[in-house]
């Protein structure tokens, strides 16, 4: 149990195109999914926590217009970063709580994006 | 002061060994604690969860809490060269569910 599906895997784009990066909770619902950011060696670094039906929390220093986050039902939040740019390319990872069983209950992780920007 | 510590590694063992890798929290009242294995260029994957003093065991992981000191630990035994990864210790807020706090990793090299 706990899946967390994340897609597309890879992206490799133009520079100032838009990308779009999903996060589903497959076999349970979370009102409240998280975005990080990744870059090689480094530590996981989140941008936002995206709650479902509001506005998502964006971390200090994340720009809220350039990495915008819908979390639209209980089962899928999406990124979108916006005329990306060779400095946003970097693995993003999405991650989701199985909040109907109560506090305590650890993030799931999906499988990652890796973006590209030429 | 950061949230949550661990020492970056490598911590190198060999196989067969017993690995021992351990994370210090700051904040007192932090109620769930969890690790995770992140292989190199993958994304991190829960392995064990531990929410009261004491030890935890499940299959060749054990997971090891004590709240007075602040401490929670992970040891692996009979070490294989696949655990060789990144080890993640996240912790929970209790007064925010939502909250987590992730420590940096300990890199570990299981040498055959």
């Known amino acids: 149990g706990a899946v967390v599906s994340q897609h597309p895997s890879r992206v490799i784009c133009k520079s100032g195109t838009s990308v779009k990066i999903e996060c589903r909770s497959l076999d349970f619902q979370a009102t409240t999914m998280f975005w990080y950011r990744q870059f090689p060696k480094k530590s996981l670094m989140l941008m936002a926590t995206s709650n479902e039906g509001s506005k998502a929390t964006y971390e200090q220093g994340v720009e809220k217009d350039k990495f915008l986050i819908n979390h639209a039902s209980l089962t899928l939040s999406t990124l979108t970063v916006t005329s990306a740019h060779p400095e946003d390319s970097s693995f993003y990872i999405c991650?989701?709580?199985?909040?109907?069983?109560?506090?305590?209950?650890?993030?799931?992780f999906g499988d990652g994006t890796r973006l590209s920007i030429l | 002061q950061k949230e949550v510590e661990q020492n970056s590694g490598p911590l190198s063992v060999p196989e067969g060994a017993i690995a021992s890798l351990n994370c210090t929290y700051s904040d007192r009242v932090s109620q769930s604690f969890f690790w995770y294995r992140q292989y190199s260029g993958k994304s991190p994957e829960l392995i064990m969860s531990i929410y009261s003093n004491g030890d935890k065991e499940d299959g060749r992981f054990t997971a090891q809490l004590n709240k007075a000191s602040q401490y929670v630990s992970l040891l692996i035994r009979d070490s294989q060269p696949s655990d060789s990864a990144t080890y993640l210790c996240?912790?929970?807020?209790?007064?925010?569910?939502?909250?987590?706090?992730f420590g940096s990793g300990t890199k570990l090299n299981v040498k055959p």
């Open positions: 991650s989701a709580r199985d909040t109907g069983t109560g506090v305590g209950q650890p993030q799931h």
């Open positions: 996240a912790v929970n807020a209790l007064y925010n569910f939502n909250k987590f706090y």
